[in-house]
Nanobody
Framework: QLQASGGGLVQAGDSLRLSCAAS????????MAWFRQAPGKEREFVAA????????NYADSVKGRFTISVDNAKNTVYLQMNSLKPEDTANYYC?????????????WGQGTQVTVSS
């Protein structure tokens, strides 16, 4: 089970940290990720991290502004979002997939809304 939290309404240039608490299984062989979906748009990849934290990947649109990390002791994945822009406004979802499988075959949490005003 994945439980996302931390969304809110902020102004452009502000920061937010999203959290995704993972439970119900061992995630050692999983990658974790954040996706987002804005109204009327397709879901898009934001960032991913291996459960060990040793490997990360980012969408070009968030590189240098967002940082994904994992706290194994707390079974929690974070997305630190800095220098937020209005175009970052979306519902943000966390996901987990076993290595070698697709994200659609993995587990998804409910979304947390991020709204960035200009």
């Amino acid at each position: 089970q994945l439980q996302a939290s931390g969304g809110g309404l902020v102004q452009a240039g502000d920061s937010l940290r999203l959290s995704c608490a993972a439970s119900g299984r061992t995630f050692n062989a999983y990658s974790m990720a954040w996706f987002r979906q804005a109204p009327g748009k397709e879901r898009e990849f934001v960032a991913a991290v291996s459960w060990s934290g040793g490997s990360t990947n980012y969408a070009d649109s968030v590189k240098g502004r967002f940082t994904i990390s994992v706290d194994n002791a707390k079974n929690t994945v974070y997305l630190q979002m800095n220098s937020l822009k209005p175009e970052d406004t979306a519902n943000y979802y966390c996901a987990a997939r076993r290595y070698g499988s697709s994200w659609d075959q993995g587990y998804w949490g409910q979304g947390t809304q991020v709204t960035v005003s200009s």
